[in-house]
């Protein structure tokens, strides 16, 4: 598979054979190998920008294009690691290079003897793809910082390379402060626990020679805990210490991973690149690429949900503390309470519990339904596949598709499911290498996807369970990864998710969410661990009633995450100081929020997608790309009532594929999204999708 015998071969990271060599790259080859492509990449670049060098399209992409890529391909295996498989040395190698890389790609966004070369090209002379790459990389030239001189742009390169750095730094407080937790407990404690997570607990706790239960606040520990042991100070003890992670309230040597002050010099940072770049704010910086036209008319748009959406949350606060007075002798919920309140009251209610239905969702068995809609609707095959990896849970497959040519390679993709300690949490889909056909070669190099989840293990030799929201969850992923993977798109720069205005990315992970509740689909992806029998209709219908259960207060919830986040980037000063942002965030609970947590809590000290993941006055998009995937997804229900069968409809799957999967970003989204339903977006499907039509 790889030419292990190439000179490259000494550090798996100068290997560019085939695939990562994962099961080969240690914290001491990060250095050399970032070191010798950063080399080739800057000489690549003062070549192109020589003056005598013609402003051809192909031709800098041959010489500037290839050796960036292989940067970028190298760093993302290290930055993929330092992400699933963080120990201090590699953290170390990691920080080392990171501002080095960041330094590169600062000065080749904002180089203007590289700008000079594209603004000479003639986009007219481009196929729709390169024009489109052009485009983008007009106005990437732009915001990073190329129109700059002198002291201006010396300043602005020094605020990416800091801003990285403190990214990484407040991703990693998050992630030690986390792991840093631990709570051991006798099973008395655990009364109302169920089963598989005493038995992962107390196997945790063994494995350290411990007696007893591990409780930490991983989420496949947390979460259950909050929502089903009786016990409420335990609830408490937990709940406190998730809510104040990184943060100067939490208790005693877990206030070393504080974030408050990185928080406020980002902001700053963030504030001061906007003004140098001619813009109010970041939020304006940071809307240029997306769908949305202004922070004004994203913030009316939260706020006309948050509007719709009240109602309901205020009466789903109603029957919950009628319920918990009633049945629960609780006239006086505290925080650690609602999770405990609301699982309780949906049993009742639905006479269901998330419990009774993880048994029916076996990890294989979800897994071979998802492959079976896929290769269903988008017409392909999923087959395992070998490759090096960096850890024995994870495993890589490749998805074909059967042509007039014959069997051809569409994509591959690393499924790493189980959560463990060095392994940030939450999930997340990231790229390999994209699809491009190589200016080097001229061979179509085929796209590779990572697939990230953070699911409880199995114990006693049987496999993983997974609650519905982590079936979800999966679906969810594994939308991102054909985005990436079902591209049809040559060029690099706008192949699958690359080009694709952030606010519309979460478009086809939040469609592949809704086949998750359709019953023709989820009977084929369902087998009780113990009996093997697929999960009964009357439970499917009862998690169908359920469905919607308290979703006034979950839309709440991501209208406050959001608006906080836009009004946070748009202060016409930057919130520097803690008190500042906790002030912000309070005035915007009081008006969009109908449950208030302690004041001890502190959700911006972990709210890892704004301050360390790219999602910077963006957090809005999953709300956002939701209007458009329930309208893409009303499209198969129509289908569906036509025809009288599934929505699994394979021509619909197709005319979907075509106009928003194989397009990527070779269009903007709205041009994409209009191929597909034939009109704009309406909000109404997503209104009648969650119970608020």
Same mark, same amino acid.
Request: charged share 25%; net charge negative; aromatic share 10%.
């Given at each position: 598979?790889?030419?292990?015998?190439?000179?490259?071969?000494?550090?798996?990271?100068?290997?560019?054979?085939?695939?990562?060599?994962?099961?080969?790259?240690?914290?001491?080859?990060?250095?050399?190998?970032?070191?010798?492509?950063?080399?080739?990449?800057?000489?690549?670049?003062?070549?192109?920008?020589?003056?005598?060098?013609?402003?051809?399209?192909?031709?800098?992409?041959?010489?500037?294009?290839?050796?960036?890529?292989?940067?970028?391909?190298?760093?993302?295996?290290?930055?993929?690691?330092?992400?699933?498989?963080?120990?201090?040395?590699?953290?170390?190698?990691?920080?080392?290079?990171?501002?080095?890389?960041?330094?590169?790609?600062?000065?080749?966004?904002?180089?203007?003897?590289?700008?000079?070369?594209?603004?000479?090209?003639?986009?007219?002379?481009?196929?729709?793809?390169?024009?489109?790459?052009?485009?983008?990389?007009?106005?990437?030239?732009?915001?990073?910082?190329?129109?700059?001189?002198?002291?201006?742009?010396?300043?602005?390169?020094?605020?990416?390379?800091?801003?990285?750095?403190?990214?990484?730094?407040?991703?990693?407080?998050?992630?030690?402060?986390?792991?840093?937790?631990?709570?051991?407990?006798?099973?008395?404690?655990?009364?109302?626990?169920?089963?598989?997570?005493?038995?992962?607990?107390?196997?945790?706790?063994?494995?350290?020679?411990?007696?007893?239960?591990?409780?930490?606040?991983?989420?496949?520990?947390?979460?259950?805990?909050?929502?089903?042991?009786?016990?409420?100070?335990?609830?408490?003890?937990?709940?406190?210490?998730?809510?104040?992670?990184?943060?100067?309230?939490?208790?005693?040597?877990? +206030?070393?991973?504080?974030?408050?002050?990185?928080?406020?010099? %980002?902001?700053? #940072? =963030?504030?001061?690149? @906007?003004?140098? !770049? $001619?813009?109010?704010?970041?939020?304006?910086?940071?809307?240029?690429?997306?769908?949305?036209?202004?922070?004004?008319?994203?913030?009316?748009?939260?706020?006309?949900? +948050?509007?719709?959406?009240?109602?309901?949350?205020?009466?789903? %606060?109603?029957? #919950? =503390?009628?319920?918990? @007075?009633?049945? !629960? $002798?609780?006239?006086?919920?505290?925080?650690?309470?609602?999770?405990?309140?609301?699982?309780?009251?949906?049993?009742?209610?639905?006479?269901?519990?998330?419990?009774?239905?993880?048994?029916?969702?076996?990890?294989?068995?979800?897994?071979?339904?998802?492959?079976?809609?896929?290769?269903?609707?988008?017409?392909?095959?999923?087959?395992?596949?070998?490759?090096?990896?960096?850890?024995?849970?994870?495993?890589?497959?490749?998805?074909?598709?059967?042509?007039?040519?014959?069997?051809?390679?569409?994509?591959?993709?690393?499924?790493?499911?189980?959560?463990?300690?060095?392994?940030?949490?939450?999930?997340?889909?990231?790229?390999?290498?994209?699809?491009?056909?190589?200016?080097?070669?001229?061979?179509?190099?085929?796209?590779?996807?990572?697939?990230?989840?953070?699911?409880?293990?199995?114990?006693?030799?049987?496999?993983?369970?997974?609650?519905?929201?982590?079936?979800?969850?999966?679906?969810?992923?594994?939308?991102?990864?054909?985005?990436?993977?079902?591209?049809?798109?040559?060029?690099?720069?706008?192949?699958?998710?690359?080009?694709?205005?952030?606010?519309?990315?979460?478009?086809?992970?939040?469609?592949?969410?809704?086949?998750?509740?359709?019953?023709?689909?989820?009977?084929?992806?369902?087998?009780?661990?113990?009996?093997?029998?697929?999960?009964?209709?009357?439970?499917?219908?009862?998690?169908?009633?359920?469905?919607?259960?308290?979703?006034?207060?979950?839309?709440?919830?991501?209208?406050?995450?959001?608006?906080?986040?836009?009004?946070?980037?748009?202060?016409?000063?930057?919130?520097?100081?803690?008190?500042?942002?906790?002030?912000?965030?309070?005035?915007?609970?009081?008006?969009?929020?109908?449950?208030?947590?302690?004041?001890?809590?502190?959700?911006?000290?972990?709210?890892?997608?704004?301050?360390?993941?790219?999602?910077?006055?963006?957090?809005?998009?999953?709300?956002?790309?939701?209007?458009?995937?329930?309208?893409?997804?009303?499209?198969?229900?129509?289908?569906?009532?036509?025809?009288?069968?599934?929505?699994?409809?394979?021509?619909?799957?197709?005319?979907?594929?075509?106009?928003?999967?194989?397009?990527?970003?070779?269009?903007?989204?709205?041009?994409?999204?209009?191929?597909?339903?034939?009109?704009?977006?309406?909000?109404?499907?997503?209104?009648?999708?969650?119970?608020?039509?």
């Amino acid at each position: 598979m790889n030419d292990r015998s190439a000179p490259s071969a000494l550090n798996p990271l100068l290997d560019f054979g085939d695939l990562p060599l994962f099961d080969a790259i240690t914290p001491a080859t990060v250095g050399p190998a970032i070191d010798s492509l950063l080399q080739a990449a800057s000489a690549a670049l003062e070549v192109v920008t020589a003056p005598d060098f013609p402003s051809d399209w192909t031709r800098i992409s041959l010489t500037l294009d290839v050796p960036a890529e292989r940067l970028s391909r190298a760093w993302g295996a290290v930055n993929h690691l330092n992400g699933v498989a963080d120990t201090p040395e590699l953290r170390a190698a990691y920080n080392e290079a990171l501002p080095k890389v960041t330094e590169f790609w600062t000065r080749l966004g904002a180089d203007e003897r590289l700008y000079a070369k594209y603004k000479a090209m003639d986009p007219t002379a481009l196929n729709a793809e390169q024009a489109r790459a052009h485009h983008n990389a007009m106005r990437g030239f732009v915001l990073g910082g190329a129109d700059l001189q002198g002291e201006a742009k010396t300043r602005f390169a020094w605020l990416q390379e800091r801003q990285a750095e403190l990214g990484q730094k407040f991703s990693e407080n998050a992630l030690d402060a986390t792991d840093a937790f631990a709570l051991y407990v006798d099973r008395a404690e655990l009364a109302g626990v169920p089963e598989d997570v005493i038995q992962s607990t107390a196997a945790a706790a063994q494995a350290e020679g411990k007696t007893g239960h591990k409780l930490t606040l991983k989420m496949p520990c947390y979460l259950p805990v909050m929502q089903f042991a009786h016990s409420s100070p335990l609830r408490e003890q937990l709940y406190r210490a998730y809510a104040t992670r990184a943060s100067d309230q939490a208790a005693g040597d877990a +206030a070393k991973f504080d974030n408050t002050a990185i928080m406020g010099e %980002l902001l700053a #940072l =963030r504030h001061e690149e @906007a003004r140098l !770049l $001619g813009y109010r704010h970041y939020a304006d910086v940071s809307l240029v690429p997306k769908m949305a036209e202004s922070p004004e008319q994203v913030i009316t748009f939260l706020r006309d949900l +948050a509007a719709k959406a009240r109602p309901h949350a205020e009466k789903d %606060l109603a029957d #919950l =503390r009628s319920f918990a @007075a009633s049945e !629960l $002798g609780l006239n006086d919920p505290q925080a650690w309470d609602w999770p405990y309140i609301g699982e309780k009251l949906k049993e009742a209610r639905y006479a269901f519990s998330e419990q009774e239905v993880k048994p029916y969702f076996t990890a294989p068995k979800v897994l071979a339904g998802l492959f079976q809609i896929v290769e269903t609707l988008f017409e392909v095959a999923i087959r395992r596949d070998q490759a090096p990896v960096w850890n024995p849970g994870v495993e890589f497959y490749r998805i074909e598709r059967t042509g007039p040519k014959g069997t051809e390679l569409v994509g591959q993709f690393y499924l790493d499911p189980a959560a463990r300690t060095g392994k940030r949490g939450g999930a997340w889909m990231d790229d390999v290498r994209a699809r491009w056909l190589r200016p080097d070669t001229g061979t179509l190099q085929t796209p590779v996807a990572h697939l990230v989840c953070n699911f409880a293990e199995g114990v006693n030799g049987k496999p993983a369970l997974l609650t519905h929201d982590d079936v979800i969850t999966l679906f969810h992923e594994f939308g991102h990864g054909l985005h990436h993977m079902l591209t049809q798109v040559n060029e690099r720069d706008v192949s699958g998710i690359s080009g694709v205005e952030w606010d519309a990315v979460e478009l086809p992970s939040q469609f592949m969410e809704n086949f998750c509740w359709e019953w023709d689909v989820l009977k084929h992806m369902t087998a009780h661990v113990d009996t093997g029998e697929p999960l009964p209709r009357a439970l499917f219908d009862k998690m169908l009633a359920a469905k919607n259960y308290q979703s006034g207060l979950q839309t709440l919830r991501q209208v406050e995450f959001s608006l906080f986040d836009m009004l946070l980037h748009s202060l016409p000063e930057p919130a520097t100081s803690g008190a500042a942002i906790l002030a912000l965030q309070q005035q915007v609970r009081d008006e969009v929020a109908v449950l208030q947590p302690p004041a001890y809590s502190r959700t911006p000290h972990t709210f890892s997608h704004i301050f360390a993941g790219g999602y910077s006055a963006g957090y809005y998009s999953y709300k956002w790309a939701e209007v458009l995937s329930a309208d893409a997804y009303a499209a198969f229900e129509e289908a569906a009532r036509q025809n009288g069968h599934s929505t699994l409809d394979v021509a619909t799957g197709r005319r979907y594929r075509q106009a928003i999967l194989e397009a990527g970003g070779s269009r903007p989204a709205m041009e994409s999204f209009k191929a597909f339903r034939g009109r704009e977006p309406s909000i109404d499907a997503l209104l009648r999708h969650q119970g608020m039509a």
